[in-house]
């Protein structure tokens, strides 16, 4: 055998720090009843939004988009839905 040492405890608790995550999937209608600020400040607390969008969605997240793509977060259009994620969430299309 080699002399190749592996302490699988620390991997383990390096692991449970790195999984550690806060916030909510929070799921809504995007159809302009609700302000712009309220979906930012979700996103910004660190929550993923899937909104159902109803309308133009260029139109109706107009008001919270760039901030969100400014502050390193993500947005996916997605067959009627909205997927928006802040920073440090990524949202992999790579199976469309």
């Known amino acids: 055998?080699?002399?190749?040492?592996l302490d699988l405890?620390?991997?383990e608790e390096h692991i449970d720090e790195e999984l550690e995550l806060e916030g909510s999937?929070?799921?809504g209608v995007?159809?302009?009843?609700?302000p712009a600020d309220e979906w930012l400040e979700t996103v910004s607390s660190g929550n993923v939004l899937v909104l159902c969008v109803e309308g133009e969605v260029?139109?109706?997240?107009?008001?919270?988009?760039?901030?969100?793509?400014?502050?390193?977060?993500?947005?996916?259009?997605?067959?009627?839905?909205?997927i928006v994620a802040p920073p440090g969430v990524d949202v992999s299309t790579d199976r469309l």
């Open 1 to 5: 055998m080699s002399d190749f040492d």
């Open 9 to 11: 405890r620390a991997v």
């Open 25 to 27: 999937i929070v799921l």
């Open 30 to 34: 995007l159809d302009g009843t609700t």
């Open 58 to 82: 260029n139109e109706l997240a107009s008001g919270f988009a760039r901030d969100v793509k400014e502050a390193g977060g993500n947005l996916v259009h997605f067959r009627g839905f909205l």
